[in-house]
Nanobody, 129 residues
Framework: VQLVESGGGLVQAGGSLRLSCTAS????????IGWVRQAPGKEREGIAS????????YYAESVEARFTISSDDGKNTVYLQMNNLKPEDTADYFC???????????????????????WGQGTQVTVSS
């Protein structure tokens, strides 16, 4: 299994970025694909998750209404559109995949992201004030 992220970078507060994650080596419908971030000195935070089987989407409160997760199922690719970025959004962002057990699996992974099985290499997002 391989997860490849792209799209990070440096942006001013209030700006936008879009991250992409392309998955290979897995059956897309059998997995939850999520975004997890880790700021320096902090624990990993599950911020958004998507399951193509049922179209279940979950967000952490810290990003809801600013970030949008979407997908191109035909390309096994999940996107994270990040709007109105804040300096506190600065972190390494990881794409991760875990088995979809129920329609609520994405919520579980957001709450406890260490349960994801597969991880991408991460992409850095820096938001300047």
């Amino acid at each position: 299994v391989q997860l490849v992220e792209s799209g990070g970078g440096l942006v001013q507060a209030g700006g936008s970025l879009r991250l992409s994650c392309t998955a290979s080596g897995l059956t897309f419908d059998d997995y939850v694909i999520g975004w997890v971030r880790q700021a320096p000195g902090k624990e990993r935070e599950g911020i958004a998750s998507y399951s193509s089987n049922g179209g279940n989407i979950y967000y952490a409160e810290s990003v809801e209404a600013r970030f949008t997760i979407s997908s191109d199922d035909g390309k096994n690719t999940v996107y994270l559109q990040m709007n109105n970025l804040k300096p506190e959004d600065t972190a390494d962002y990881f794409c991760a995949a875990g088995s979809r057990i129920t329609a609520y699996s994405g919520r579980v992974y957001n709450s406890n992201p260490v349960q994801y099985t597969y991880w991408g290499q991460g992409t850095q997002v820096t938001v300047s004030s």
